[in-house]
């Protein structure tokens, strides 16, 4: 192997990472394929990946990080997990696309139904944004109503009724909503502050009898973590059973994060329909949907609600989806995660409590993020944007220790199955020398 060692604030640079950038400039809009990779909100260009290993990241300046950010989430076991490989390249090798029912879709079938006690049934795409565009066509084909109710501060992909006040890269670039999306379209979706019963219960008076669905993140980790109180969803719950819409629990980053029947397990509550990205593909581009057997049957060729996709299911990201779900249901393995995130965010706020420091590390399962306040924040406007200048020294200070974060404040990090004690320790380290520059000792 190639190698390559942390860098130091002596030896950091971006000199091939820039000069890649440069070029990826001339070619692609902002030089990227999704906007917050542009480090518009942190110092300096984005740093040019070629290599991960477990918890590890490495540069193609020969450096090496610790990596927070996991691909934003899908790599639950880290980088290149050996067994997850194994499988891929096995599929792979057999044909990686049929457009055909393959035994791969049985298998990661039964993998997720017969470990998940909130569904019945589920329908594979290739993306969250897809997944969840799906989820709201079939809550307005079931419901045969048009508006969506969304929260201030959730993130549910690009699609075009819900890119109405989300969440991270767009409050990161200060604009709230999208060009390119008819007004007409935005009007079909209703956006309300979380943790504000009040406003929700007013919201579905005003609009009850058309509303088609509450679409929400339970675990809100897009714009920040914005935990939510266990009373807050069941309050939804109940809403959508008052007015007889359903409840949408978008789960593309909390299912199989905090569990492997993820924030709907953890909290208990049964919502309508599940959406799914992130780790149920192991790394590929893969997304999913399910609800009960009588709401997926609404979808075609069963029912109405047309929904299609030229490579969904194909069996390399179903290898890599059954490889990664199966390493998840091994006893122990959430509770072995949840312990080594609460351990390092402990640790990380004694030091801050310790220097004074005003910062929190509230934290689920094994997804934290790192604040620059001292208050529970629940609300999207509780955020104050001023502090992300702290973020923005932070981050570049831990980027020339060897730990890379994903390059925004509101964003949220995650640690892997990979991530050691030691790896954790010395990120931990590496973060209380920067956070020393960022206040000024
Ligand atoms: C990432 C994310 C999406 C979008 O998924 P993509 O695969 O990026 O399209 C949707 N909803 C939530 C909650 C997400 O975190």
């Given at each position: 192997m190639k190698k390559y060692s942390y860098p130091t604030p002596d030896t950091f640079t971006r000199a091939r990472s820039g000069e890649l950038f440069e070029t990826a400039k001339t070619y692609f809009p902002g030089g990227v394929h999704s906007p917050v990779r542009a480090f518009k909100s942190v110092q300096g260009p984005p740093i040019f990946f070629e290599k991960g290993v477990g918890s590890h990241i490495y540069d193609v300046d020969g450096q090496a990080f610790v990596d927070f950010c996991c691909s934003w989430g899908p790599l639950i076991l880290g980088h290149c997990p050996p067994k997850v490989v194994d499988r891929v390249q096995q599929a792979v090798a057999e044909g990686?696309?049929?457009?055909t029912p393959t035994p791969f879709d049985n298998q990661i079938g039964k993998l997720v139904l017969d470990n998940?006690?909130?569904?019945?049934m589920i329908r594979f795409v290739s993306s969250g944004t897809e997944a969840v565009m799906s989820a709201i066509r079939l809550a307005r084909g079931v419901t045969k109503r048009d508006k969506i109710i969304k929260f201030e501060?959730?993130?549910?992909?690009?699609v075009d009724a819900l890119l109405v006040k989300a969440g991270s890269g767009l409050v990161t670039f200060g604009i709230s909503t999208s060009a390119g999306i008819p007004e007409s379209f935005a009007k079909e979706t209703i956006v309300v502050p979380l943790a504000d019963p009040e406003a929700l219960a007013a919201a579905m008076q005003q609009y009850a009898g058309d509303v088609a669905a509450i679409i929400v993140e339970?675990?809100?980790?897009?714009?920040?973590?914005?935990l939510q109180d266990r009373s807050f969803l069941q309050f939804l719950r109940q809403q959508a059973d008052e007015h007889g819409c359903m409840l949408i629990f978008d789960e593309v980053i909390s299912g199989f994060r905090v569990g492997f029947e993820g924030a709907t397990g953890h909290y208990d509550i049964q919502p309508d329909i599940i959406t799914f990205g992130k780790i149920i593909g192991g790394g590929m581009p893969v997304g999913a949907y399910a609800a009960s057997r009588a709401i997926m049957e609404h979808v075609a060729p069963v029912g109405p609600v047309y929904q299609a996709g030229t490579l969904s299911a194909n069996p390399v990201a179903m290898a890599a989806g059954i490889a990664t779900l199966t390493e998840l249901l091994q006893p122990g393995f959430y509770e072995a995660l949840e312990a080594k995130t609460k351990g390092f965010t402990q640790r990380l706020q004694s030091f801050c409590d310790s220097r004074g420091y005003e910062m929190t590390f509230p934290s689920i399962g094994s997804i934290f993020w790192p604040t620059f306040s001292s208050q529970r924040m629940m609300?999207?406007?509780?955020?104050?944007?001023?502090k992300m200048e702290l973020f923005k020294k932070m981050h570049l200070e831990c980027l020339k220790r060897g730990v890379y974060f994903g390059p925004s404040g509101y964003e949220v990090g995650f640690i892997s199955a990979a991530h050691s004690e030691a790896d954790l320790e010395f990120a931990a380290g590496q973060m209380e020398e920067s956070l020393d520059l960022v206040f000024g000792l």
């Open positions: 990686m696309s049929f457009g998940h006690r909130y569904i019945d501060g959730c993130y549910h992909g690009h339970p675990i809100p980790a897009n714009n920040g973590l914005l609300r999207s406007d509780e955020i104050d944007s001023a």
